[in-house]
């Protein structure tokens, strides 16, 4: 544990330190627009779950309502850009009143332009969201409580970019740390309170044309504050390529090695292999596809003490059919290892969606859309389907 730290301290230092030779260009690796901006959103969406309470059988169907305002205001002063995206989602059920409930997005963020290719920035995200009855703390036994789980977060990170997005070589640097804790049922659920303490280091350096050598570093190390057992430290290295052949196709594909530690020795130490892969390609001004694919590390989301091993792949497909029609396609996979103390339970996640989108104005779009989920796991108990049906509108000002 102290050697990779020592380790991810000076490859950083390296890194820096051959950075100070590089020439580079002009725009800054964040894409961000300059000057004042304000937006304004309001979506309304109406329709019908399936099955809400995601039982393997006597399921039970619902209409729902969802209003969904979010505001997004910029200014910058000379070298300092400010920005806050605020968030509200409001859902009603007809058939389900007790989980009614609001989630909360609150986002300020800073940045401070040092030099042309130096920039500082800091930023505080709040979230506060709903775990859905059937699903995470209540996955299978949706019927013993009588309302979903409210979630809350508080995340703040600082980091130093070196470097722009055309540039021979750039830096990232990120340092941050995130409370999490359940708000409901708090008995049995402030087991899962804990506090993550992270740092991250990405550089990428140009070795001819649009081919980028890559390399990330992360370390997290988690405190649950009422279950010491479960605090873990977990590294992550990845190195690969990246390419930009032309403005059509974009793919990054980087592999390594993850590692998960405990604190104690409530489980064993688990290394594993570690990919991250993303394609973007755009054959013409009409269609896009996007494809990711990562395994991961996730903490727990069971009462009982366990860690997961996630496999994730996503497809999103858009195809603008006219200057009004625009279609859309949405493809998730996910596997997950469970691991428990006597047992590991395997969990696969599927999830897809199709919508179609009626752009009427700049500032009127409405939309229609059909979702479809499912689970599969090695638990039978568990297994579960749904779909829903929506249709809706978003206003911009």
């Known amino acids: 544990m102290v050697i990779f730290r020592l380790l991810v301290i000076l490859l950083i230092a390296f890194a820096m330190t051959l950075l100070t030779s590089f020439a580079l260009k002009a725009e800054t690796d964040f894409a961000l627009e300059s000057g004042d901006q304000f937006t304004a959103t309001l979506l309304s969406e109406y329709g019908q779950i ?3 309470l995601n039982q393997g059988s006597d399921e039970e169907s619902t209409g ?18 400010i920005q806050l995206a605020t968030k509200v989602s409001h859902y009603q059920f007809n058939n389900f009143s007790e989980d009614d409930h609001n989630n909360l997005l609150f986002k300020p963020s800073y940045f401070f332009k040092l030099d042309h290719n130096k920039t500082l920035f800091a930023d505080i ?20 409580i009588t309302s979903g789980d409210d979630k809350k977060s ?13 540039s021979v070589a750039k830096l990232k640097l990120s340092i941050g740390q995130e409370d999490f804790r359940y708000k409901t049922r708090r008995a049995e659920n402030k087991a899962l309170d804990r506090v993550d303490q992270s740092v991250a280091a990405s550089f990428d350096y140009l070795l001819s044309g649009k ?10 190390q988690s405190n649950f504050q009422n279950n010491s057992p479960l605090n873990k430290d977990i590294y992550a290295v990845l190195v690969g390529m990246k390419w930009q052949s032309t403005a059509i196709t974009q793919l990054q594909a980087l592999i390594g090695y993850q590692r998960l530690t405990f604190e104690e020795t409530l489980f064993a130490s688990d290394t594993r292999f570690k990919w991250r892969v993303d394609i ?13 694919t990562q395994r991961n590390y996730e903490t727990t989301n069971r009462i009982v003490d366990s860690y997961r091993v996630v496999d994730s792949t996503n497809l999103q497909l858009t195809h603008q059919l006219t200057d009004y029609f625009q279609t859309s396609a949405v493809v998730g996979y996910r596997q997950e290892k469970v691991v428990y103390l006597e047992q590991t339970i395997n969990e696969d996640y599927l999830y897809s969606e ?24 090695s638990d039978d108990r568990l297994n579960n389907q749904g779909n829903s049906l929506s249709l809706g509108f978003n206003v911009n000002i």
């Open 154 to 166: 508080l995340a703040a990170n600082i980091g130093y970019l070196y470097g722009q997005i055309d």
């Open 50 to 52: 399936s099955n809400f």
């Open 64 to 81: 729902y309502v969802k209003i969904e305002p979010s505001v997004f205001i910029q200014t910058q002063l000379s070298r300092h850009l």
């Open 125 to 144: 995200k709040l979230q506060e969201s709903y775990e859905y009855r059937g699903t995470g703390l209540s996955l299978g036994n949706a019927e013993l």
């Open 354 to 377: 199709v919508r179609l989108n009626y752009q009427r104005n700049d500032w009127l779009t409405v939309f229609a859309g059909f979702t479809f989920k499912e689970l599969t796991a």
């Open 280 to 292: 973007n390609w755009q054959p013409t001004n009409f269609m896009q596809m996007n494809i990711n």
């Open 211 to 220: 081919t980028y050598f890559a390399a990330d570093l992360a370390y997290t």
